[in-house]
């Protein structure tokens, strides 16, 4: 009896890990459209296919700068791990006149980079994200 509990907690213990976040580099940098005007609002989202369940995140400042962050499961660290990735650019919300709520954006979906982004394993890495259409 004492072995399959003992197996059972090397069980348990092994799956533990699949949270833990990989080592994250500091990372950020500008959303701007094709006129070199940058994005004012909204955010950004890096996937990459070597783990699905991390999430690379960062919201846009009114400048159109982000700074990155890592989520996976209930763990958070600022930058973002070294890896290739596909960025999704999500506009801001606006504001709905008939009630004052904000509402995603009408009419323009989230927009995916035809590019994909090489992050490195170095500090400070600054990014400059433009958007393959005008406003």
Known sequence: ??????????????GCGGGALPRTFPAGGKV?????????GG????????????RVVGTIGSDGTFTLSTVKDNAKADGAPAGEYRVMVQP???????????????G??????????RLE??????LKLTLPAGP
């Open 1 to 14: 009896m004492s072995r399959i509990l003992l197996g059972a907690l090397v069980l348990v213990a092994a």
């Open 32 to 40: 701007i459209h094709k006129n070199g005007k940058p994005l004012t």
């Open 43 to 54: 955010s950004v989202e890096f996937t990459t296919v070597a783990d699905p369940l991390l």
């Open 92 to 106: 801001p919300l606006v504001n709905d006149p008939r009630g004052g709520l904000q509402a995603a954006h009408k």
């Open 108 to 117: 323009v979906p989230a927009i995916t980079l035809p590019q994909m982004v």
């Open 121 to 126: 394993e170095k500090e400070n890495t600054n």
